[in-house]
Structures are given as structure tokens and as C-alpha cells.
């Protein structure tokens, strides 16, 4: 990795308290980190009406978008098992270019990877 992303990861770990997932019971937090600098967190928020909810990295990356940022250098993502981004997920984030992708477990275990690795030939109409 070409940095470190502690301040990143604290970050995810910190937005996981927020999760709202009384249903599944698997809480996500994301920390999106923008070019400029700043970061932007997120967790997963979910609904009664399943496909309502929403995932932590989009959750992230729509308070930037808001913000108006449009470049990313990375995203850190907590969770008990360290997961990936989902599918959705993955390609929502690809709409703003590669990044670095960290993901967290409960016991510190991270994964190092790219968007283009874990999304290569992301769908792009441009
Ligand atoms: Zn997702």
C-alpha cells in the first residue's frame, strides 16, 4: 500500500457504531477518503422492506458526493468478517475511478486491495 490508512480505519470502525441493522445483525462502517483529504463515513442502514436498505460504502460515499467531492483515494470498511464491497457497491464506487479498498475485521486482519481488482471491467457507457 502506498500510504497508511490508520486515520481511515479508525474512522470505519468508529461509523460501525452507528449501524442500524436490526435484521441481519451484521454491522458495516465505511470511511471514504477523499483526494483533498477529508473523509467521509457511512454504515449500513437497513429497512423492513429488505432492498430498501442501504450498505455503508454507499452510505460513505453519497455524504461526499454531497459534499461535492468527486476524487477518491480510498475506502476503509469494518465489519466482524471483513467483507467487500458488494456488487453495488462496487461498481457505485467505480463511478469516481480506482481506489484503495482496506477492509477490517473484529480482529484487526486487513485486506489490502484495489476497485479495479475487485471490480475489473466495470460497466462504463462513456
Ligand atoms: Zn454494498
New binding site residues.
Partial sequence: MAESFNDLIEAAIIATKNSYSPYSHFSVGAALLSRDGKIYTGCNVESVSFPVGI?A??SALAAAVNDGKRKFTAIAIYSDSGVT??G??RQALAEFGDMWVITIDSKGVKKDLTLSKLLPDAFNKI
Fill in positions: 450498505c460504502e454507499q464491497p458488494c453495488k457497491c
